[in-house]
C-alpha cells in the first residue's frame, strides 16, 4: 500500500531532550516536506527536500534540523526541544516538486515539550 | 506578501444541500490551485487540482471554481451528507519561485441530518 508513515505518533517529552521523528514514503517520491499544524494557524511547512541531499528552509525552520540520505526517509530532528514546539507535525510527499503533483501526508505526529 | 484567506468561521449546512467553500489569495496569481480535505487529527487528503486556464473543475459531487480575476477559488459539495463534515483547505501554488503550494488555513464544514 502506497503511504507516508511517521514515529512515534505520540510523544511527550522534556525541555532540551533531543528527538527525532521520523519519515518514511514507499512511492519513489522525489520531494518531501514537514508541517506543523498548530490552532488557528493552519499548516506551515517547516522543511523541505527536492531530492536526495537537497534541502531547505520553509517558513518556519527555527529549531528544527532535517536530512535525506535515502530517498525514502526525511527525519526530522529536534536538537533542544522547547514549549513552543509543542504542535501536531505532518510529514508529506510528493511525486515531483511541481505544485500540479498532489502531496501525501503521514498521519501525523503529536508532539508534547514540558 | 502572498495571502491566503479561507472563511475561519465554521460553515453550518442541512444534509442534502449545497455546501460552498471560499478560498481568497492577494498579491500574486498563481498558475493552479489544490483542495484537500481534512479529519480531525489525520493528515490532509488530496481532493482536486484545478489550472489557471480550467474555469471550472468536477469531481463526482466536487465542483471547483478558479476566477483568476476576482483572485477566488470557490469549493462546491453538492448534496451534502454528514460524512462530508471535515475541514476543507485551500492551496494554491507557492509565490516567488516557490511551486509547492502553500495553504490556507481552512473552512470547517458541519453537515446536520
Known sequence: ?114 | SQKIEQNSEALNIQEGKTATLTCNYTNYSPAYLQWYRQDPGRGPVFLLLIRENEKEKRKERLKVTFDTTLKQSLFHITASQPADSATYLCAPEGSGGSYIPTFGRGTSLIVHP
Open chain 1, 1 to 114: 500500500e502506497a503511504q507516508v508513515t511517521q514515529n512515534p505518533r505520540y510523544l511527550i517529552t522534556v525541555t532540551g531532550k533531543k528527538l527525532t521523528v521520523t519519515c518514511s514514503q514507499n512511492m519513489n517520491h522525489e520531494y518531501m516536506s514537514w508541517y506543523r499544524q498548530d490552532p488557528g494557524l493552519g499548516l506551515r511547512q517547516i522543511y523541505y527536500s527536492m531530492n536526495v541531499e537537497v534541502t531547505d528552509k520553509g517558513d518556519v525552520p527555527e529549531g528544527y534540523k532535517v536530512s535525506r540520505k535515502e530517498k525514502r526517509n526525511f527525519p526530522l530532528i529536534l536538537e533542544s526541544p522547547s514549549p513552543n514546539q509543542t504542535s501536531l507535525y505532518f510529514c508529506a510527499s510528493s511525486l515531483r516538486t511541481d505544485p500540479t503533483y498532489e502531496q501525501y501526508f503521514g498521519p501525523g505526529t503529536r508532539l508534547t515539550v514540558t
